[in-house]
């Protein structure tokens, strides 16, 4: 009887052995399943987000630039593409096949003897403005120019050297100026409206100036000695304003202050930096400081769903928290090297080496995904833009090349 019982049991035992075995690899079966489809769905996202960046078309449309100082890029309107060349050729062209519109040269209004005129030395530029195209130079020019035709509107001689690309508000275009001078310019007819001083010249600082930006009816304006502040862009009259440098190291004979990045703002916070300080996020309002990090910066960046990417003064790649400043990811690829501001697209980081490489990143934890090398390049990118799915490239040899990405 007592092995009837025990035999009994030990079947009773086996059955439920078998079951859970059988239930543990239905489980199993059932998550390694959906573990796949999750796979392969990620998987498919990362290759529809993959880019194969390829050459649509190529055209040498301005002629060799010398490598002088130099803000000039492209700029985009209506899929015309408009862009400038330092002795001031200006050109039109059809974003889709290269094909010139209409093209200009300015210098031929100047002094010539012969076949040579004297340059009009554009440095900074073009931005558009309903059916106006408006460029900077180092003569210290404001130029407004038909983008229908090219036909010179009119210019106007501002305080001095025109070193990043004005900005308009409202009928207002405002000038950032050589040696800490903002001014206000009546974008219709160039007329002065306001000039302001930003502060005290620096003993050193770069060549350049600070890109203002635009909030509202206020300027936000970045300065060769460190301050930043905000004025009514009607009028020019002080907001508030904030000196963001540190305290002069006197063991070095070099202290360069330059805010030379456009400050950004986001959700009600401005983003600035500087060359020998620190990165900023202010109050909109009032100047205050919500945060401030150790990256020294001196080239433009951009802010996309809540992530900073900008490159530091050796040119590592950060991916920065807008709330708090902290370091996502670092990309030391690109140090020492020569590049144009970052490039949002797609979950993507597109960079762009001045030497002729294009990489793209993902954009979550800054990995090289893919990079080509265009071929048989012997020039140096100036400026990129990214139109829709194209990316333009404009190089100082006066080569425009246009990828489908």
């Not at 983008?147 to 001095?160: L, Q, Y």
Request: with cysteine; net charge positive; proline share 2%.
């Amino acid at each position: 009887m007592k092995l009837q019982k025990l035999i009994l049991i030990f079947f009773i035992f086996c059955s439920f052995m078998f079951t859970g075995c059988s239930n543990y690899n239905s489980y199993y079966s059932s998550n390694h399943n959906k573990l796949l489809k999750k796979y392969k769905t990620t998987l498919k996202i990362l290759n529809k987000n993959e880019l194969n960046p390829q050459l649509i078309w190529f055209s040498k449309v301005i002629k060799k630039s010398n490598n002088n100082f130099s803000k000039l890029h492209v700029a985009y309107k209506n899929n015309l593409l408009y862009i400038a060349h330092k002795d001031g050729i200006v050109k039109c062209i059809n974003i889709n096949n290269g094909n010139v519109i209409w093209d200009i040269n300015l210098a031929k209004k100047n002094f010539c003897m012969f076949s040579y005129c004297l340059p009009e030395e554009l440095s900074s530029g073009p931005i558009i403005s309903n059916n106006s195209l408006y460029l900077g130079s180092e003569k210290g020019k404001i130029i407004a120019l038909n983008i229908k035709n090219g036909n010179k509107i009119w210019e106007t001689f501002v305080f001095s050297e025109v070193l990043s690309d004005p900005v308009i508000s409202k009928n207002i275009l405002i000038v950032h100026n050589n040696n800490n001078i903002l001014q206000g310019l009546n974008k219709n007819n160039g007329h002065i409206l306001w000039t302001v001083n930003l502060g005290p010249l620096e003993s050193y600082s770069f060549r350049g100036t600070s890109k203002p930006t635009i909030f509202f009816d206020n300027v936000i304006t970045g300065s060769d000695n460190g301050i930043i502040s905000s004025r009514i862009s009607n009028n020019g009259s002080l907001v508030w304003q904030k000196d963001l440098t540190k305290i002069p190291n006197l063991l070095h004979l070099l202290n360069f202050n330059d805010i030379d990045a456009q400050p950004i703002i986001s959700n009600g916070i401005i983003y600035v930096g500087s060359y020998n300080g620190d990165f900023y996020a202010l109050d909109l309002s009032n100047g205050d400081i919500f945060w401030k990090k150790s990256y020294q910066i001196s080239s433009d960046f951009i802010i996309n769903k809540n992530k900073i990417y900008l490159f530091n003064i050796k040119n590592k790649l950060l991916s920065l928290d807008t709330n708090k400043g902290d370091i996502i990811w670092s990309q030391n690829k690109f140090i020492n090297k020569e590049t144009t501001t970052p490039i949002y697209y797609k979950n993507n980081i597109i960079i762009v080496e001045k030497c002729g490489k294009i990489y793209w990143l993902n954009s979550y934890n800054g990995n090289i995904i893919g990079n080509i090398l265009i071929k048989n390049f012997n020039d140096k990118i100036q400026s990129s833009l990214l139109v829709n799915n194209k990316l333009i490239l404009q190089t100082y040899n006066g080569n425009i090349y246009a990828f489908k990405l």
